[in-house]
């Protein structure tokens, strides 16, 4: 037997001695919970006894939302199959009963249900996964968009440097994850244009979801003033990117000196911005002290002002760990499909988008449980190979412990590479298909196709 297999025999041989004393069934259960259930239980729908309830819609929505054909025709097919398969009576395959059903479904449960597993998962981590014993939250907003539809395009417009016809509805998203175990915590969603559309307001609403004593970790478009304020005030430490402006003007000869490229600076109150009330303005504070440090070639800005608790090293260290956020939107985006929504109203948009965060820490609760087992941190799992093999195993498993534990033995086996420093180009080498831009609008293209025919491709 060869050392890679050796290593891997025992590997699983002590993940399954920690799972013969570990309650796998918590984790298993998680979204069982009664302090869970009496939460979503007040927002359930009045409803009778049909073939699509509440909780059975959101199973399959989810499912959906896992997997590569997320079509409605799908679910039904499933759901068919399944009634089949388990001796219940036959059903029909149409999609309509499923649609409404969906319908029906609160988008304030749905959110609720996401918010609240994101909260249970993320007071699983242990005390080894945190930073110098605190929780730290990662903050970023990205965008998605919608089915070019009238609906949509009125809530959430498109792009001004698009033509109407040729764009897509855009919602930016701005979430708050769990750094430890990679949940998200909270989300806000907003129009990608127009007033309260930013990231810095969606922020605003979603202060809330932390505690204090947290730490919050983002990039430079956070490290403004008020925010700062605002931070400090809730117990709250940030730890941001100095944001250009700033930054080109940072002299480290000045301020109280800390160490190399590390001192304290004070910053004047800026004039009051206009989402701000003249009461809220006056309550802040007219001068803030706040610790620079150069960390490769980034400043870094952050409340935590102790050189001795909070090492400069230390902080370099964390704010490498801002990379996971990306990946975590590369995952929900690009791995789950959240990049394009399928619905075509924006409560239907919205509520899907609700049940692909649900699913998203489904999967994170199933890795936390496997890295619990194998002592090793959350993020060393794969989230694409752990949602792989969830896919795999929930078609043949029978749900009983015994296949959650195998399941929990065959997500450790892969392990992320540690990729310091890696850099890729962001490039494509497979070359598209020779088909032009749509540069009008669908139907006049149609349209111009029934006159003429289909133009001759370019060689």
């Known amino acids: 037997m060869d050392a890679r297999r050796q290593t891997a025999l025992h590997q699983q041989q002590r993940v399954r001695r920690l799972a013969a004393s570990t309650d796998v069934d918590t984790f298993a259960s998680l979204l069982s919970r009664p302090d869970l259930l009496d939460c979503i239980e007040a927002l359930l729908p009045r409803h009778r006894e049909r073939l699509f309830p509440p909780a059975e819609t959101l199973s399959m929505f989810m499912a959906q939302a896992l997997s590569a054909d997320r079509s409605c025709r799908k679910a039904v097919d499933d759901l068919a199959i399944k009634r089949l398969r388990t001796g219940s009576s036959p059903c029909s395959t149409r999609t309509g009963g499923y649609c409404r059903a969906r319908q029906r479904l609160p988008v304030e449960m749905v959110s609720t249900l996401a918010r609240t597993s994101g909260a249970l998962i993320s007071a699983k981590s242990r005390c080894s996964w945190l930073w110098m014993g605190r929780p730290v939250r990662l903050v970023d907003g990205t965008t998605v968009s919608m089915p070019d539809t009238a609906a949509n395009q009125a809530a959430y417009p498109q792009s001004r440097g698009q033509k109407p016809g040729l764009g897509f509805p855009i919602c930016r998203l701005v979430g708050i994850v769990c750094l430890s175990s990679g949940a998200v915590l909270n989300a806000a969603l907003g129009r990608f244009r127009g007033k309260g559309g930013d990231e810095q307001t969606l922020l605003r609403t979603l202060l809330d979801t932390l505690d204090t004593g947290d730490v919050l970790l983002g990039d430079a478009y956070y490290a403004t003033y008020f925010l700062l304020c605002e931070l400090q005030r809730r117990g709250i430490d940030g730890v941001f990117e100095q944001y250009g402006a700033r930054r080109r003007s940072t002299d480290f000869r000045r301020g109280k000196r800390l160490g ?47 050189a001795r608790k909070t090492p400069k090293a230390a902080l370099k ?24 929504l399928s619905c075509r109203t924006p409560s239907m948009a919205v509520k899907e988008l609700w049940v692909y965060l649900l699913a998203h820490n489904l999967i994170r609760m199933i890795m936390v449980q496997s890295a619990a087992m194998a002592d090793c941190l959350p993020r060393e799992l794969s989230f694409k190979h752990s949602l792989q093999l969830w896919l795999a195993w929930r078609q043949f498993a029978d749900g009983l412990e015994e296949d959650l534990v195998d399941l929990l033995c065959l997500i450790v086996q892969q392990r992320v590479g540690n990729r310091a ?16 831009l749509l540069t009008r609008t669908r139907q006049s293209a149609r349209a111009e196709i029934k006159r003429s025919g289909h133009p001759k491709r370019a060689k």
């Open 317 to 340: 260290a964390l704010f490498k760990t801002r990379w996971h956020v990306e990946l975590d939107l590369r995952n929900l985006k690009s791995t789950m499909g959240l990049e394009m």
């Open 421 to 436: 420093g890696r850099a890729e180009p962001r490039a494509l080498k497979r070359r598209p298909k020779p088909y032009p």
């Open 260 to 306: 190399e490229c590390d001192h304290l600076i004070g910053l004047e109150k800026p004039s009051r911005p206009a989402w701000m009330s003249q009461e809220q303005y006056e309550q802040a504070p007219d001068r803030l002290v706040v610790r620079e440090l150069k960390a490769g070639n980034k400043i870094l800005v952050t409340t935590l002002r102790c």
